[in-house]
């Protein structure tokens, strides 16, 4: 579809190309596969004012962020730790996380 509405009690919170609303309303979210994820590493990752969550899982690093260009410097602090990356997966949480920011949660 080229735009979508999202209504709350017969009122339009916001309109626009279904892309628009996801860059606007989502967060992004990082995924870094590999090894070395120390917790002092995730406590300085978390502590960037542009991330809103980083935790370590496994093989993996999860981090949210709050705009795209926040990725690059997440990446860059790992590199620097000295832990090795094996990939790198960057998403936005989709029409449907959009849609539960802009309820406030509400579904």
Request: hydrophobic residues 45%; contains cysteine.
């Amino acid at each position: 579809c080229d735009e979508v509405a999202v209504m709350d009690h017969g009122r339009i919170v916001a309109a626009g190309t279904p892309a628009s609303l996801v860059n606007h309303t989502g967060a992004t979210h990082v995924r870094i596969q590999g090894s070395g994820f120390t917790a002092d590493l995730v406590r300085l990752i978390g502590s960037r004012r542009d991330v809103l969550n980083a935790e370590s899982q496994h093989d993996s690093l999860l981090v949210e962020v709050a705009h795209d260009g926040a990725c690059a410097a997440v990446v860059n602090l790992v590199v620097e730790s000295g832990a090795d990356i094996v990939t790198v997966e960057r998403s936005n949480g989709g029409l449907d996380a959009a849609y539960r920011a802009l309820l406030g949660g509400v579904i």
